[in-house]
T-cell receptor
């Protein structure tokens, strides 16, 4: 079964607004990663946050991690039409195979002009 | 620096035929992962390989599916006697080591007639 669940499933905003996506997971993790997928393409890695980190920034992206609540959020500030894509969180666990990613169900973001 | 290369991009097979999907990892990456994505869903882990070794195949169906990553050449995901339910996008990813961000190819879209 999927490790993560994301909400909202779909989000529509106007250019310039901020977009916030949330991800919840079930088991202990080594790290959590966010990926973007444009229609018909592969996934592009955005940011990785380790289990001992609480917040991380990369350009217009801000990721938070709350291991006590087993949740993470991705904030995209000052959104652009080019940010339109599906966004997935993925976790790497502490048990079993250390490297495999377990993906959430994704949030489809639509940014309109 | 070429990214992860997958071919073919699209593959059509009739029920009962074999499908062979190829993946060349990024230069310097010795860890390869295969994932499957059904429409409107997140990716699901299938198998994790390092050169000549299968590290984790917990996501692979027990029958008809196999994967290899030989010393020379690309990684191959092989599906024998395909059925309609095998229709999906198959993504390959590579990384230089464990706990490192994975770089994805653009996928092979498999359609079964």
């Amino acid at each position: 079964s999927q490790q993560g669940e994301e909400d909202p499933q779909a989000l529509s905003i106007q250019e310039g607004e901020n977009a916030t996506m949330n991800c919840s997971y079930k088991t202990s993790i080594n790290n959590l990663q966010w990926y973007r997928q444009n229609s018909g393409r592969g996934l592009v890695h955005l940011i990785l946050i380790r289990s001992n980190e609480r917040e991380k920034h990369s350009g217009r992206l801000r990721v938070t991690l709350d291991t006590s609540k087993k949740s993470s959020s991705l904030l995209i500030t000052a959104s652009r039409a080019a940010d339109t894509a599906s966004y997935f969180c993925a976790t790497v666990g502490n048990t079993g195979t250390a490297s495999k990613l377990t993906f959430g169900t994704g949030t489809r973001l639509q940014v309109t002009l | 620096n070429a990214g992860v290369m997958q071919n073919p991009r699209h593959l059509v097979r009739r029920r009962g035929q074999e499908a062979r999907l190829r993946c060349s990892p990024m230069k310097g990456h010795s860890h390869v992962y295969w994932y499957r994505q059904l429409p409107e869903e997140g990716l699901k882990f299938m198998v994790y390989l390092q050169k000549e070794n299968i590290i984790d195949e917990s996501g692979m169906p027990k029958e008809r599916f196999s994967a290899e990553f030989p010393k020379e050449g690309p990684s191959i995901l092989r599906i024998q006697q395909v059925v309609r339910g095998d229709s999906a996008a198959y993504f390959c990813a590579s990384s230089p080591g464990q706990h490192q961000p994975q770089h994805f190819g653009d996928g092979t879209r498999l359609s079964i007639l």
